[in-house]
């Protein structure tokens, strides 16, 4: 009888979790429809000519919703989509109208909800070096932006893959142009084997002022290359 009633206890418990947790979710989507719902301000920034990341990552930013934006791109290819700049007046649209706005002219682009993120990802599939396995992530203490970086690229996993398949970083000086170094809100802990995207929603979710990470890579007939700024910090 005492097995049976401590095995009620046990099962109960775990019911108590599931609702917790399944509540807590519930929680999390209604707040980020709340969020996507919200109507742009007019501001300047969108009325100057500005690259389809840039504009996404302002206006994440600015409604208080932290980012990610994945930008693939063949090096046989012309011109980046990523890199052509052009107003986007989208004063008066919510969030969610503007995003599918400026992706309907990235039509091998999507965004979607990743927890507390807004990712903007290839719709063709994530490149492979964001879908590596890492045993852990941590920080100690307090880290900057740049300090996840650094770790998270050094990681032995990540070494690894980017020896493998011969990718190089771009430039670091390009990188730090586009990159301010700030302190991430709180240490970070990623346990799991994450993959460098969670790593990296991770930071942005743990950063107070709602930060934006973008990572580009060019592949093909070429030497990869890879690099990660944040255009919103």
Same mark, same amino acid.
């Given at each position: 009888m005492k097995i049976i009633h401590q095995l009620a206890a046990a099962?109960?418990?775990? +019911?108590?979790?599931?609702?917790v947790a399944s509540a807590q979710g519930v929680g999390e989507r209604q707040n980020m429809d709340r969020l996507l719902d919200t109507k742009i301000q007019d501001s300047d920034v969108l009325h100057n000519a500005i690259t389809p990341g840039n504009a996404i990552a302002f206006i994440l930013a600015t409604n208080h919703i932290p980012g990610g934006i994945v930008e693939a791109e063949s090096c046989d290819t012309q011109e980046s989509i990523w890199m052509q700049k052009r107003p986007f007046n989208v004063a008066g649209w919510t969030v969610r109208q503007a995003l599918d706005l400026i992706l309907a002219?990235?039509?091998?682009?999507?965004w979607v909800v990743t927890g507390n993120v807004v990712n903007v990802l290839p719709k063709h599939g994530l490149p492979a070096l964001l879908t590596v396995k890492l045993e852990?992530?941590? =920080?100690k203490g307090i880290a900057t932006n740049l300090d996840i970086e650094d770790?998270?690229?050094n990681a032995e996993s990540m070494k690894t893959f980017i020896a493998q398949h011969h990718? =190089?970083?771009?430039?670091? +000086?390009? =990188?730090?142009?586009?990159?301010?170094?700030?302190?991430?809100?709180r240490p970070l802990s990623v346990g799991n084997t994450p993959t460098p995207l969670e790593? +990296?929603?991770a930071a942005a979710d743990a950063y107070e002022g709602h930060a934006v990470w973008r990572y580009t890579e060019h592949n093909g007939h070429c030497n990869p290359t890879y690099f990660v700024d944040w255009p919103a910090l």
């Open positions: 099962i109960g418990l775990l +019911l108590a979790v599931g609702v002219g990235q039509s091998d682009y999507k852990h992530f941590e =920080t770790r998270l690229f990718f =190089t970083p771009e430039d670091r +000086l390009i =990188t730090v142009i586009g990159s301010n170094s700030e302190p991430i809100g790593v +990296l929603n």
